[in-house]
C-alpha cells in the first residue's frame, strides 16, 4: 500500500492543493459560509489521515503496534524470537537459490513477504540477525527490484533502510547503499543489451515446448512415465511463463521507474516475449481436455509418492522402541501430514501438511535428500491442484496497461512485417487482461467510462498505424494494377519493397475487448465507401471501379457490394402486365420452381434461358403499382375457368371415368391385402394402357396431355404465389420507414388540429391514402390463394361434379407418368440437343395439390398410401436383382445398371412427394371442408358476440 500511495503522483498533487484551498478557507470561513469552529477538528482529521495513509508509513504502523497485554509478553518470549528467527532462516534458505533461476515461479514475491517478516521480528524483539540482513541485502545482486502488482516497483533495499534505520549503519556503511544504485544502473544496461538474445531462446524453448504439448502427449512407455511427463510438461510451461513475465515486467517498470527511454529493438523484443506468454496460454487453453484427464490421475499418483515418503520417515520413527513425548509428537504430526495428503489437494490441506511437516521432518525422520524430495512432491501437488489459477496470475498482461505508448510502435511494426500477422491476436488478448482491473476501479463514477476510454484508445492507434495504411495501399495496388497501360512508373520487386498484404485479410476477427474487428471486412468497406463515392462524382468512370472490384476479388479474395448506380436497377425480366395478357403462353412456356420461388425458361433459340423470381416481380409492381396485383389475380381466375373446363372433360369421358371407378371398386377390395397400399403394377397398367386410346401428332397420350393441364393450372398457381410475394417486397421496402404499420398517424386531423393550409390538409389527405393503401395491400397479401380456393371449391363439390370424385384415383397413374417424363428431360440435360430438357417443373405437384383441395380429397388420396407401395415396389426389385447377381456373376453388370435405373425412378419418386408435401402446405391440408366450415361458424359467433357486448 505505502509503494502504491507513494507512486500516485497525481493523488499527492491534489491532496497538496485541497490543503492549499483549506487554509484560503480558513482565512475567509465567511465567503465560504463554513464554521469557524469546524475547521480546526477537520484540519486535524486531515493531517491525521496523511499521516495514515500518505506519508509511507501504513507498514510501520503495522508493525509498531503494541503486542504485549493481558499478561502475555510476547516481546519476551525467547523460545517465540528463536523460533521466528529459525523459521526467517529456513524460508530464506529454500526461496534465495531459487530468484532469478530458470525455476523460479512465485519466489520473489515470497522473498517480499521474508523482508516484511524480518521488519517484524526486529520491531518486536529488537534483535538484528547480521548475518541474515547481510544475506537479505545481497538479493539485489539477482534482482536489484520487484514488481508487486502493475507498475509498482518495490525496493527491498530501500525498504529495510527506512524501516531498520537507524539500527543498521553498523552494518551497513555507504558504499554498500552506492552499490545498490550502480548495480541497478548495470543491470539495466545488461538486460537491454542481451534482451533480444534473451528473446530468441526463449522463442526457440517455447515453441519447442508448445510442440511437446500439441504432439508429445502420451507418448511414455507406462503410466507411471506418462504421468511424470505430463506433469513435468505442464509445470515446464508455467516455469517458461514465469521466467518470461519477470523479464518483461522487471525491464518495463525499471525503465518507467528510472524514467529511461526504451529502444524500439528493445521494445519490440517485449512485445514478442508478452505475445510468448500469452501464446502459453492460448497452448494450455487448446490442450484444457488432456490436462483435465490428467491432473486428477497426476495428482494421484504425487499423493501414492508423497505418502510412501512419509511412511518410510515412520517406519523409522516406530522402530526405535524408546518412547518419549517428542517422538510421539513427530508420529502425530507426521500422521496428520498423511491425513491431509490423502484428500482432495486443497490450498488449506497442503497448508496442514507444511505445517506438521515442521514438527515431522525432526529428529531425523527424513534424510535430507528425502526431505527436498517430499517438498518437491508437495510444490508439484501444489501447482496440478491449482494449475488453471496459477497459469492466470502467470500468463497475466494487465501491466501492459501502464506501458500502451509501445502499443503504436508494435502495431506500425506488424505491419511493416506482415507475415507474421496472426500475431497481433496474443497482444490483443494481453491488452483484454486489463479490462478486470478496470473493472475493479473505485475512482470514478462510473469504470466502463474508463473502460471506453482505453477501448477507443487501442481502437485509433489501431486504425491509425494498421488498418488506414492496409486500406490505401491495397487500394493504391489495385489502381496501379488497373493501369499498368498507362506509365504508372517501375514496379520492381527487387528494387522497391512490395508487401504482400494478404495475410492481413486472411486473419481472423480481432477480439478488442468486447468486440470484433474484422480486418478484411474493414477494408471491404472501406473499398466500397471510396468506389462508390468517387463513382457518384464520375460516373463515366463506372468501369474501372467494376474491373478494381473484380480484381480485389480475385487478388485479395474481397466480397464486394455493387455499387448500383444509378439507383433504378436495369433488371427487371418480363413485365407483369405482360404476363398477365398472355398467361395462357407464359404457363406452358415456362416452368416453376417451388424452393426457390422461380420460374425458368422451358426451352428458347438463344444461348441462355431467362427466369423470373421475386426481385422482378417487385420491380414490376413498382413500377404500374399495386393496383396490378388484384388484376393479375382476376386474369388468372379467367384463365383457370377455361382450364378446369377442359379438365372436368377429360374426367367425364367415358373411357376414363370407368377405369376410376373399376380401379376405385378395386382398390377397395384388395386393400386389406395389400397393407392399405394402392398396387403399383395397377397404375403401370393404366399408364401404359392409356396409350392404346390415340397418341397426338407429338407422340403424346391423353394422360400426358391431362399432365400437362395440371401443371399449367399449378404454374398458374405459382404464379399467383410469387405475385403476393413481390408485392410483400414491394410494400415492405416503400412501408419500411413507417415506424409502426399497426398504428399509422392519421396527418389529416393533425393538420387540421394546428389549423395549417387547406393545400397543406390536401397533401396530409393524399398522404394518409397512400399509407393507407400500403398497409392493406402489405396486410393483405396472404388471402390470393385462400380466394382462388373459396370461389372454386363449391362448385367442384356439388353433385352435377361428381364424375369428379375419383379423381384422386388417377394420381398413382398420373403421377408414374409425371415421373418417366421427368426423368426424360433431366437425361436430355446430358445431351448435345437439349430440346425438351428441363431440371424442374414443380408445377404439377402444386396443381395437383390445388385440384386436391378443391374437391375436399386429401384424405382419400392419403388412404392410398401411393408413395409406400412405390417403395415397397422398387426395394423389392432391387432385392430381386441382387439375389440374381449373386446366383449369376455375368448378371452383375446388368444388375447394377438395373439398380441405378430403380434408384433414379425412387429418386424422382422421392421429389415429387416432398414438392408435394410442401405445396399442400399453402392450400392447408391439414383441415378438410367440414372443419374449415366449423371454424368460420366458430368465427362468426365469436364476432357477433364481440358485437353485442359493445
Excluded at 520491531?123 to 514488481?147: A, E, G, H, N
Excluded at 508478452?274 to 497452448?283: M, V, Y
Excluded at 425412378?905 to 372443419?931: G, M, N, P, V, W
Aim: charged content about 25%.
Amino acid at each position: 500500500m505505502d509503494e502504491i500511495v507513494s507512486n500516485q503522483h497525481t493523488l499527492k498533487e491534489h491532496w497538496t492543493l485541497y490543503k492549499r484551498m483549506l487554509k484560503s478557507v480558513h482565512h475567509n470561513p465567511a465567503r465560504f459560509n463554513v464554521d469557524p469552529a469546524k475547521l480546526r477538528p477537520f484540519e486535524k482529521l486531515l493531517m491525521k489521515l496523511q499521516g495514515q495513509l500518505l506519508d509511507g508509513m501504513i507498514m510501520q504502523s503495522c508493525v509498531e503496534q503494541l503486542f504485549d497485554e493481558h499478561q502475555m509478553y510476547v516481546t519476551k518470549n525467547a523460545y517465540f524470537a528463536e523460533e521466528f528467527a529459525y523459521n526467517i532462516r529456513v524460508l530464506f534458505a529454500q526461496i534465495e537459490p531459487k530468484i532469478g533461476d530458470p525455476s523460479e515461479m512465485d519466489h520473489r514475491l515470497q522473498y517480499v513477504g521474508i523482508c516484511g517478516l524480518y521488519v517484524l521480528h526486529f520491531q518486536i524483539f529488537r534483535v538484528i540477525d547480521k548475518k541474515v540482513f547481510k544475506q537479505l541485502w545481497d538479493v539485489y545482486k539477482k534482482i536489484p527490484t520487484i514488481t508487486l502488482t502493475g507498475n509498482i516497483m518495490w525496493s527491498p533495499n530501500q525498504f529495510l533502510l527506512r524501516s531498520l534505520s537507524p539500527h543498521i549503519s553498523k552494518i551497513l556503511d555507504k558504499r554498500s547503499q552506492g552499490n545498490v544504485a550502480n548495480f541497478t544502473q548495470t543491470y539495466l544496461q545488461n538486460k537491454v543489451q542481451t534482451v533480444i538474445r534473451e528473446v530468441q531462446q526463449y522463442y526457440v524453448q517455447v515453441c519447442s515446448w508448445m510442440i511437446r504439448m500439441e504432439s508429445g502427449i502420451g507418448a511414455a512407455n507406462s503410466v507411471v512415465d506418462d504421468l511424470t511427463s505430463k506433469c513435468s510438461l505442464f509445470i515446464q510451461g508455467l516455469l517458461w511463463a514465469h521466467n518470461i513475465s519477470h523479464l518483461v515486467k522487471t525491464v518495463m517498470n525499471i525503465h518507467a521507474y528510472a524514467n529511461k527511454p526504451l529502444t524500439k529493438t528493445a521494445v519490440l523484443a517485449l512485445c514478442r516475449l508478452i505475445e510468448l506468454l500469452k501464446s502459453i496460454e492460448a497452448t494450455f487453453h487448446r490442450r484444457t481436455m488432456v490436462i483435465a484427464e490428467s491432473i486428477t490421475h497426476i495428482v494421484q499418483h504425487l499423493q501414492f509418492m508423497a505418502m510412501s515418503a512419509v511412511n518410510t520417515a515412520k517406519k523409522r520413527i516406530i522402530s526405535d522402541k524408546k518412547y518419549s513425548d517428542k517422538r510421539l509428537d513427530v508420529l502425530s504430526a507426521l500422521v496428520l501430514v498423511e491425513n491431509s495428503i490423502s484428500g482432495p489437494p486443497t490450498k488449506e490441506r497442503i497448508l496442514i501438511a507444511k505445517l506438521a511437516m515442521a514438527i515431522g521432518s525432526q529428529m531425523k525422520a527424513f534424510r535430507e535428500d528425502e526431505l527436498a524430495n517430499f517438498r518437491n512432491i508437495l510444490m508439484k501437488m501444489e501447482v496440478m491442484s491449482d494449475l488453471r489459477g496459477k497459469l492466470k496470475k502467470a500468463c497475466d498482461c494487465s501491466f501492459v496497461y501502464w506501458h500502451r505508448v509501445i502499443f503504436p510502435t508494435y502495431v506500425a511494426d506488424r505491419y511493416e512485417h506482415a507475415v507474421d500477422a496472426h500475431r497481433l491476436h496474443y497482444m490483443f488478448a494481453a491488452l483484454a487482461d486489463c479490462v478486470t482491473p478496470m473493472r475493479n476501479s473505485r475512482h470514478l463514477e462510473s469504470n466502463e467510462d474508463l473502460l471506453i476510454a482505453f477501448y477507443h484508445e487501442i481502437e485509433d492507434n489501431f486504425d491509425e498505424h494498421l488498418l488506414s495504411p492496409l486500406c490505401r495501399s491495397v487500394e493504391t495496388n489495385l489502381r496501379l494494377s488497373i493501369h499498368q497501360h498507362l506509365q504508372v512508373g517501375e514496379m520492381n520487386p527487387f528494387k522497391s519493397s512490395m508487401k504482400d498484404q494478404t495475410h492481413f485479410l486472411k486473419m481472423k476477427p480481432i477480439r478488442i475487448f468486447h468486440r470484433y474487428i474484422n480486418v478484411k471486412e474493414h477494408v471491404t468497406h472501406y473499398l466500397d465507401k471510396t468506389f462508390y463515392k468517387l463513382t457518384t462524382v464520375a460516373l463515366h468512370d463506372w468501369k474501372t471501379y467494376a474491373e478494381m472490384r473484380n480484381l480485389a476479388a480475385q487478388k485479395y479474395g474481397l466480397e464486394m457490394t455493387e455499387g448500383h448506380l444509378p439507383t433504378q436497377t436495369l433488371e427487371q425480366g418480363l413485365d407483369v402486365l405482360e404476363i398477365m395478357r398472355n398467361i395462357h403462353i407464359f404457363v406452358s412456356k415456362y416452368l416453376y420452381n417451388v424452393n426457390n420461388q422461380i420460374f425458368v425458361e422451358r426451352s428458347s433459340a438463344n444461348k441462355h434461358l431467362n427466369t423470373i423470381n421475386i426481385r422482378h416481380i417487385a420491380n414490376s409492381i413498382r413500377t404500374h403499382g399495386t393496383g396490378i396485383m388484384n388484376t393479375t389475380v382476376n386474369f388468372t381466375y379467367q384463365f383457370l375457368r377455361k382450364k378446369f373446363f377442359i379438365f372436368s372433360q377429360f374426367m367425364y369421358d367415358e373411357h376414363i371415368k370407368s377405369r376410376l371407378i373399376k380401379d376405385s371398386r378395386y382398390f377397395k377390395e384388395v386393400k386389406d391385402e395389400n397393407n392399405q397400399m394402392y398396387p403399383f403394377d395397377r397404375a403401370d397398367r393404366f399408364n401404359k394402357g392409356i396409350r392404346k386410346l390415340g397418341l397426338t401428332p407429338e407422340g403424346d397420350s391423353y394422360l400426358d396431355q391431362f399432365r400437362n393441364l395440371i401443371s399449367q393450372i399449378g404454374n398458374a398457381m405459382g404464379y399467383i404465389r410469387m405475385i403476393r410475394s413481390g408485392g410483400l417486397r414491394c410494400c415492405s421496402n416503400a412501408i419500411r420507414f413507417v415506424p409502426d404499420v399497426d398504428d399509422i398517424i392519421n396527418f389529416q386531423e393533425l393538420c387540421v388540429e394546428e389549423n395549417l393550409s387547406e393545400e397543406t390538409q390536401n397533401a396530409a389527405s393524399n398522404l394518409d391514402n397512400v399509407l393507407g393503401n400500403l398497409a392493406k395491400n402489405f396486410a393483405e397479401g396472404t388471402e390470393y390463394f385462400k380466394m382462388l380456393v373459396e370461389v372454386f371449391s363449391p362448385e367442384f363439390r356439388t353433385s352435377k361434379n361428381m364424375h369428379l370424385r375419383n379423381f384422386y384415383m388417377i394420381l398413382p397413374p398420373l403421377s408414374l407418368n409425371f415421373v418417366e417424363y421427368s426423368i426424360g428431360c433431366k437425361e436430355k440435360l446430358n445431351k448435345k440437343n437439349k430440346v425438351g430438357a428441363a431440371f424442374t417443373d414443380d408445377g404439377f405437384a402444386m396443381g395437383v395439390a390445388y385440384i386436391l383441395k378443391l374437391l375436399d380429397q386429401y384424405q382419400e388420396f392419403d388412404s392410398l398410401h401411393w408413395f409406400r407401395s412405390v417403395r415397397k415396389k422398387y426395394k423389392e426389385e432391387k432385392d430381386s436383382v441382387r439375389r440374381a447377381q449373386a446366383e449369376d456373376e455375368k448378371l452383375v453388370q446388368t444388375g447394377s445398371l438395373t439398380i441405378k435405373r430403380l434408384e433414379t425412378y425412387q429418386r424422382e419418386f422421392d421429389l415429387l412427394y416432398y414438392s408435394l408435401s410442401s405445396a399442400r402446405i399453402f392450400f392447408r391440408a391439414d383441415k378438410t371442408a367440414a372443419e374449415e366450415q366449423e371454424e368460420k361458424k366458430e368465427k362468426a359467433g365469436t364476432s357477433k358476440a364481440k358485437a353485442v357486448k359493445s
